[in-house]
């Protein structure tokens, strides 16, 4: 079963909230909306922007070859919560509403989280896995590992794990480890960095993060494969199910309070999966009605 991962479909205008943002391509500041108290400025002058406030809905979609594209799972938080928050709350829909963990997802880059590749993880079957983009956290652009899965320094040496500790403010609480120079712990072994690095002098690179297995596959994930191509590609699914919402009015609702809203969204997609299952009665009609 392959899931398609969308989120952030706006509802805008619907609630003012107290953590709104301006539309990213506008590239505009806060100042440029407020009323001038020197000099004023003639109107057609202003910048003009799309303020987004309010609720924001996730869905999961998936790909039925030959049949069409359902919504599995829908979630509306207020606008202010971030996208990888929908991650559990959308996999457990798809969970309940299936009766099976999905095998595999397509996701965009704002899923690049390690719990999200720990969730798809099985390590006897490969083919499990989450297709998203990688996105370079930390000044690491890459990470390359050992046998044992310790981590490469830049000099190619596998570094020792020296602690770990309790990571306590991201979504999701996880161990997190210290990996140290192996030429100056558990003790000192050389006298200089092979490659010279900076760090040498100041106690060796010490590199952080956490312990689980999905840290390792964000990098590990051979994004160049024609299997991870083959799935992340069907992430469009999303697009066009967003599309469908678009046009059911799910950006510009006339409800205002959390509870509507949600319940409007579940409407809409309901709607929209209505749509595809007449669409496959009529071609189980024609499928019947054929002589071939």
Same mark, same amino acid.
């Given at each position: 079963?392959?899931?398609?991962?969308?989120?952030?479909?706006?509802?805008?205008? #619907?609630?003012?909230?107290?953590?709104?943002?301006?539309?990213?391509?506008?590239?505009?500041?806060?100042? $440029? /909306?407020?009323?001038?108290?020197?000099? *004023?400025?003639?109107?057609?002058?202003?910048?003009?922007?799309?303020?987004?406030?309010?609720?924001?809905?996730?869905?999961?979609?998936?790909?039925?070859?030959?049949?069409?594209?359902?919504?599995? #799972?829908?979630?509306?938080?207020?606008?202010?919560?971030?996208?990888?928050?929908? !991650?559990?709350?959308?996999?457990?829909?798809?969970?309940?509403?299936?009766?099976?963990?999905?095998?595999? =997802? *397509?996701?965009?880059?704002? /899923?690049?989280?390690?719990?999200?590749?720990?969730?798809?993880?099985? #390590?006897?079957?490969?083919?499990? !896995?989450?297709?998203?983009?990688?996105?370079?956290?930390?000044?690491?652009?890459?990470?390359?590992?050992?046998?044992?899965?310790?981590?490469?320094?830049?000099?190619?040496?596998?570094? @020792?794990?020296?602690?770990?500790?309790?990571?306590?403010?991201?979504?999701?609480?996880?161990?997190?480890?210290?990996?140290?120079?192996?030429? &100056?712990?558990?003790?000192?072994?050389?006298?200089?960095?092979?490659?010279?690095?900076?760090?040498?002098?100041?106690?060796?690179?010490?590199?952080?993060?956490?312990?689980?297995?999905?840290?390792?596959?964000?990098?590990?994930?051979?994004?160049?494969?024609?299997?991870?191509?083959?799935?992340?590609?069907?992430?469009?699914?999303?697009?066009?199910?967003?599309?469908? #919402?678009? $046009?059911?009015?799910?950006?510009? @609702? &006339?409800?205002?309070?959390?509870?509507?809203? =949600?319940?409007?969204? +579940?409407?809409?997609?309901?709607?929209?999966?209505?749509?595809?299952?007449?669409?496959?009665?009529? &071609?189980? &009609?024609?499928? +019947?009605?054929?002589?071939?």
């Amino acid at each position: 079963m392959l899931l398609s991962v969308l989120t952030r479909q706006s509802s805008l205008k #619907a609630i003012l909230i107290v953590n709104w943002v301006v539309k990213k391509t506008n590239q505009v500041s806060i100042s $440029e /909306f407020e009323t001038p108290s020197k000099e *004023a400025r003639p109107a057609d002058q202003k910048i003009k922007g799309e303020f987004y406030w309010g609720y924001a809905s996730g869905v999961v979609a998936t790909k039925v070859p030959d049949w069409g594209e359902f919504v599995l #799972a829908e979630y509306t938080q207020t606008f202010d919560k971030s996208d990888i928050s929908y !991650f559990f709350p959308l996999m457990k829909q798809c969970e309940d509403n299936l009766g099976f963990k999905p095998k595999q =997802a *397509a996701l965009d880059a704002a /899923f690049d989280a390690f719990y999200v590749y720990d969730y798809f993880y099985k #390590a006897d079957s490969p083919e499990q !896995f989450a297709a998203v983009p990688l996105v370079h956290k930390g000044g690491h652009k890459s990470r390359t590992f050992n046998d044992t899965d310790l981590p490469l320094c830049e000099a190619d040496l596998a570094m @020792p794990l020296k602690s770990t500790f309790i990571h306590k403010t991201s979504l999701v609480e996880h161990e997190r480890g210290r990996y140290a120079c192996p030429l &100056k712990y558990p003790q000192q072994t050389a006298k200089c960095c092979p490659i010279n690095h900076k760090n040498w002098t100041k106690g060796g690179c010490l590199s952080t993060m956490p312990t689980s297995i999905g840290a390792r596959l964000r990098y590990q994930l051979d994004r160049h494969s024609d299997t991870y191509k083959a799935v992340y590609k069907q992430r469009t699914a999303t697009e066009r199910i967003n599309s469908q #919402a678009v $046009e059911l009015g799910i950006e510009r @609702p &006339k409800l205002r309070n959390q509870a509507s809203i =949600a319940n409007l969204n +579940t409407l809409i997609y309901i709607l929209i999966n209505l749509r595809a299952c007449k669409r496959v009665q009529v &071609k189980l &009609k024609q499928l +019947t009605l054929s002589p071939y």
